[in-house]
C-alpha cells in the first residue's frame, strides 16, 4: 500500500473531506491564530474529515491545561498551575504553593518556548506577558545539565528518542535558542512513563512526542505532550522513516473503513 502526498495550507478553504486522510503534521503557527485553529477542528468535525491523530487529541493537547489531568490520572509530570490572568499576585501565590524559590512561566497555548520566561523572587513581571492566560511551574535545578528527553512514538509503540540539552547561559531547549539535540537512549523508566501519559489522551495517536525531565524531586517527569505539529527528530534516526511510514498507512487504512 503506498500514498499521495499534497501539501495544504491549514487556513484555506480547501475540501479537506476529499482526502482519505488529513495530517496536520505541519499546522504551523496554530499558536497564534488559535481561535482560526479551534475553528479549522469544528469544520473537520462538522464535515466528517478523516484527521489523525483524531481532533478530541488535537482539541486537548492545544492548551497544557491537559498537565492537570495527566497529574490528576497519577502520571509523574512537572507541577503546574495554570493561571487565567498572569499578574504579582498569581507568581507570589504559585511560589507559595511550590515552596518559593524560582519560577519558569509559559503560555497555556504556545510552541517552541514562545513567551516563556523564567523569574526568580524580586524579579520583574515581564510585562509582555501581564495578564497572559499562563502556566506556572517550579525552576527545575537539573535542566540546564541533563536537560529534556523526547520520547517519539508512532502507532503507540516507542521508535526513538533524543536529548535537547540547553546551550551554557540558557534555559530552553528548542534549536531556536541553540540547544544541542542529538539522539539518545530513553533513560530507565521513561518509555513506561511515556506509555502512561499518552493512556491518558483523549485517544489513540498516530505519531506522538513525549517530552521528560528529571523533576526536582530526582525523578522523571512529563513536561510536555506533543501530539499536533511535533518536531518528530527523525533525521537522528534513519531508521525511523519505515516505522512512521508505516503507522500513518495503517491510520489511512483504517480511516476508510
Not at 510585562?127 to 502556566?135: A, C, Q, S, T, V
Not at 505539529?229 to 503507522?247: H, I, Q
Request: aromatic share 10%; charged share 20%; hydrophobic share 45%.
Amino acid at each position: 500500500m503506498g500514498a499521495t502526498v499534497e501539501p495544504v495550507d491549514w487556513t484555506s478553504d480547501a475540501d479537506f473531506a476529499a482526502y482519505d486522510m488529513v495530517l496536520p503534521l505541519i499546522a504551523w503557527g496554530y499558536h497564534q491564530h488559535f481561535a482560526k485553529w479551534q475553528s479549522v477542528l469544528d469544520r473537520f468535525e462538522s464535515e466528517d474529515v478523516r484527521v489523525t491523530n483524531p481532533v478530541p487529541v488535537l482539541r486537548w493537547n492545544g492548551d497544557k491545561s491537559y498537565l492537570a489531568e495527566l497529574h490528576a490520572k497519577s502520571v509523574a509530570t512537572v507541577p503546574s498551575i495554570a493561571v487565567e490572568s498572569l499578574d504579582e499576585v498569581a507568581l507570589e501565590a504559585a511560589r507559595g504553593a511550590f515552596g518559593g524559590g524560582e519560577l519558569v512561566v509559559k503560555p497555556l497555548v504556545s510552541a517552541s518556548a514562545y513567551g516563556t520566561f523564567r523569574i526568580a523572587p524580586g524579579d520583574p513581571l515581564p510585562e509582555k506577558i501581564r495578564g497572559w492566560r499562563m502556566l506556572v511551574q517550579p525552576w527545575l535545578k537539573d535542566i540546564v545539565n541533563s536537560g529534556e528527553y523526547s520520547l517519539i512514538f508512532f502507532g503507540g509503540e516507542f521508535s526513538h528518542s533524543v536529548s535537547k540539552v540547553p546551550r551554557p547561559g540558557e534555559f530552553r531547549v528548542q534549536p531556536e535558542y541553540g540547544g544541542i539535540i542529538g539522539p539518545c537512549d530513553p533513560p530507565p523508566g521513561s518509555l513506561d512513563l511515556g506509555k502512561a501519559a499518552l493512556a491518558a489522551a483523549p485517544a489513540a495517536t498516530t505519531y506522538a512526542r513525549v517530552d521528560i525531565v528529571v523533576g526536582n524531586d530526582g525523578r522523571l517527569q512529563v513536561i510536555e505532550l506533543e501530539l499536533i505539529e511535533p518536531a518528530l527528530f527523525m533525521t537522528d534516526a534513519p531508521d525511523s522513516g519505515p516505522r512512521f511510514a508505516r503507522a500513518v498507512l495503517s491510520a489511512a487504512e483504517a480511516a476508510r473503513k
